[in-house]
């Protein structure tokens, strides 16, 4: 079976199927679900991120805490901090670039407990002025260069 780049794989485990193999487990591809590995922006290209350590803080309702950004792109970034946030949730991500404070409206698109107290978390970037936009991806082509 030739596979495109452009196809979605997924492994399937087929050992709870009524199948006549004597093998306990199998897995096979299968091209019909859903399941993508890369993100790609609205235009179709995928987006590009730098590991970094940026200054930054998120805020929510009325509660600030300061985080350290460790992932940025063009379209979200992830750091970890010790607020308790959930999936959906929209914040503000206010970070620091060429010594001008940038806040982004942002969505929790991912919550990873690192431990009892931190969170590893991921946000896409919702509303973003045009100005912000460009200073982020000024920041990212330049850490990539």
């Known amino acids: 079976m030739a596979v495109d780049s452009t196809d979605r794989l997924a492994l399937v485990n087929t050992a709870d199927a009524a199948d006549t193999d004597p093998a306990p487990e199998r897995f096979v591809r299968r091209l019909d679900v859903?399941?993508?590995t890369d993100r790609y922006e609205p235009g179709g290209r995928p987006a590009?991120?730098?590991a970094t350590r940026l200054d930054a803080y998120i805020k929510v309702g009325t509660?600030?805490?300061r985080v350290v950004i460790?992932?940025?792109?063009?379209?979200?970034?992830r750091f970890t901090g010790t607020l308790t946030?959930?999936?959906g949730q929209q914040v503000e991500l206010g970070l620091?670039?060429?010594a001008a404070t940038i806040a982004v409206r942002s969505?929790?698109?991912r919550v990873h407990a690192l431990d009892l107290?931190?969170?590893e978390i991921a946000v896409h970037f919702v509303e973003a002025p045009e100005r912000a936009v460009s200073r982020i991806e000024a920041f990212v082509a330049a850490q990539l260069a």
Do not use: C, F, I, N
């Open 34 to 36: 859903d399941a993508p």
């Open 48 to 50: 590009k991120a730098v």
């Open 63 to 65: 509660r600030h805490e």
């Open 70 to 77: 460790d992932r940025l792109s063009t379209r979200g970034a």
């Open 85 to 87: 946030l959930s999936p």
């Open 96 to 98: 620091t670039l060429d």
């Open 107 to 109: 969505e929790v698109v």
């Open 117 to 119: 107290l931190t969170d």
